[in-house]
């Protein structure tokens, strides 16, 4: 594996809160790329480093401890929107992404987790979220 290379993760939110706004959070907190949902899923790119080990690194990639990694995804007053009834993120773990996936991953391919946007009471989803059917190749 090349120091650095760069793989591409994609956040789809299947079932984001209409009229709320959703962004990358990078390492400053600071909302990037902020989305007011829809209807439908959105959708986040993220360029993330790899390095041996695997580590990951990179301007979205945030950490806790020695070993965990992980993504922010801001909502409402978090990703900018003012006024919003919410002010919250979601934290996407990546550290412990498959082998075989991440091999896919360095080979060009884009990884995708597909995350609940609704917490049960209908409001957005918040603190940390797994997706729904695991890592997958996006298609």
Known sequence: MAAGQVITLRLTIQDPVPGV???LQ???SVPVGPVIAGAGPISFDVPVRVAPGPRFLGDFVRSEGASRRFLYLAIGEQAGQRPSAWSRRAKIDIHLLPAGLLEKALAG????????????DGSPACATLHPIA???VAD
């Open 109 to 120: 391919k884009v990884l995708e987790a597909r995350l609940p946007g609704k917490a049960g």
């Open 134 to 136: 695991g890592w997958q």
């Open 26 to 28: 990078d390492r400053k």
């Open 21 to 23: 706004a959703y962004s």
